[in-house]
């Protein structure tokens, strides 16, 4: 597959032409244009080093043009200047319509030719042979740029299709279509994503796909008492260029098939197979990992009748079968887990889970709790992490977290988190102090690292046992304005 390509800059001119040209062609009436900006001033007081001093300071100031010249059609700029002392080495960056798109809509298709957008997601009922954040060439945000036409309402049939072009030469292809039958009781599908690397017509990575979904419980009535039972079913096979016919399986598929919607009485169900033969998956994937295992998966909630209680078991079991282990076994892995879901008065929630992890290496237990309550005036959070449990690496995390409106204009943010260890105890702590007193524009301050912290106990970054992590020294001050 050969499409001509733009460079970055040069299509990004052809869109700054394009939307120039057609609000200049629409009659003043009917054109509806919309200028806005929005401008952030950032600066960091670092303390890491004992002695606090002024670092990082940035500017960043964008500008936004949106036009609407006639109803089915819609123009986009974005203009954006940036100070920034630590960004390529440079005191300033100024770039010119750094993204734009250009939209056509009619009754039954839209298009859109875009510029460092990220336009690639699409909705794949289980196999994912395409991910989004795999095309869209990201260096600090979207760097690809191509065309994607969104279609639905022809003959019942809906789907999308897209093309990208990469800065390094490479481009890609996705395609999704479905179409239900009976009432939406059944739905078929189809995928298809082909990644060209720029070096040959077949040195390319493509994968093709089908799938089903069914409603049995409206399908056959005497299941009907069993919930909707949704079953959905996609296969797919690697049909990649020249590489793939050097390997030993030259068409390898992979399958995934689950159950959904099965309710007997006050339990819900879900279960799934699935079985990835190696070199299914490509680059256009995230999910490379998954190549060349089976493995099922079972879930059961009950929901505790007329009380807010919720009780769920699950199970996954994996098991490769072609990498062996140090003593000649296959790798596998299973991974057990009860949860207890509990709703109290007045806005507290609980949460209790134990998940029993085990694989050739051993096994590794884990236990969270987590207490959770929320009014008009406050949120909080807190939560207790026992990690590998009974193991050489055991250690013990907790997490609190807490949102306050202080007043109408004042909000405070802060989030806490130690690690007990047997040779050490770390922590980290985020707060934050954000003003919104002014119409279009708002103020923070900030103190410590928010990404230690994302997840609480949870984050994995911090919570581990060779992490030697602690509490970081940075005050930010932020102002943002947006007109």
């Known amino acids: 597959m050969q499409i001509v390509k733009f460079l970055p800059r040069q299509f990004s001119f052809v869109l700054v032409v394009c939307c120039a040209a057609v609000t200049a062609a629409a009659p003043g009436a009917l054109a509806v244009s919309f200028l806005e900006g929005y401008y952030e001033v950032q600066t960091e007081l670092n303390g890491q080093d004992r002695s606090w001093g002024l670092n990082n300071p940035r500017h960043y100031f964008e500008l936004r043009f949106r036009t609407t010249p006639w109803t089915e059609v819609e123009g986009f700029l974005k203009m954006s200047a940036e100070s920034n002392r630590w960004k390529d080495y440079k005191p300033y960056n100024l770039y010119f319509a ?58 019942d049939f809906s789907g999308v299709s897209y093309y990208s072009a990469k800065r390094n030469g490479d481009d890609a292809f996705a395609f999704r279509t479905r179409r239900p039958f009976l009432r939406d009781r059944v739905v078929l599908g189809a995928t298809m994503a082909n990644h060209n ?80 033969e190696t070199n299914f998956y490509t680059g256009l994937s995230s999910r490379e990992s998954d190549d060349d295992y089976r493995g099922y998966y079972v ?34 892995r299973t991974q057990n887990l009860a949860e207890l879901y509990v709703e109290f008065v007045r806005g507290f929630t609980a949460k209790a889970e134990y998940r029993h992890y085990r694989d050739n290496n051993g096994t590794y237990p884990n236990f969270f709790f987590e207490v959770a309550g929320e009014n008009r005036l406050a949120r909080i959070k807190t939560q207790l992490r026992v990690k590998d449990i009974d193991t050489a690496y055991q250690l013990e995390a907790y997490g609190f977290e807490m949102s306050m409106n202080l007043s109408d204009r004042w909000k405070f943010y802060s989030r806490v988190m130690n690690v007990n260890v047997p040779t050490q105890s770390r922590q980290t702590v985020f707060f934050q102090l954000r003003y919104t007193g002014w119409s279009g524009g708002e103020a923070f301050v900030e103190f410590g690292n928010p990404g230690h912290s994302d997840n609480l106990v949870n984050d994995d970054d911090f919570v581990q046992w060779s992490s030697n992590t602690d509490i970081e020294r940075y005050v930010k001050l932020f102002l943002k304005m947006y007109y």
């Open 98 to 155: 750094n993204e734009g798109h250009i939209k056509l809509r009619t009754k039954n298709v839209e298009a859109v030719l875009f510029s460092q957008q990220n336009r690639f997601w699409f909705s794949e009922p289980l196999l994912e042979i395409v991910n989004a954040d795999r095309v869209k060439d990201d260096d600090y945000g979207p760097r690809a740029q191509g065309v994607r036409v969104d279609f639905w309402g022809l003959r």
């Open 197 to 276: 690397f720029g070096t040959g017509v077949r040195d390319y990575d493509r994968v093709v796909a089908a799938d089903v979904e069914l409603a049995l419980g409206e399908i056959f009535k005497p299941l009907a008492r069993f919930g909707r039972i949704t079953w959905v079913t996609e296969a797919g096979k690697n049909v990649s260029g020249a590489w793939l016919r050097a390997v030993r399986n030259p068409l390898p598929y992979g399958v995934k098939t689950e159950i959904r919607d099965l309710s007997i009485g006050d339990f819900y169900s879900v279960a799934s197979y699935q079985h990835y």
């Open 299 to 332: 879930e059961t909630n009950y929901r505790v009748p007329t009380k807010a209680v919720n009780l769920k078991a699950s199970r996954y079991d994996y098991r490769a079968f072609r990498y062996a282990d140090s003593r000649g076994r296959l790798w596998q």
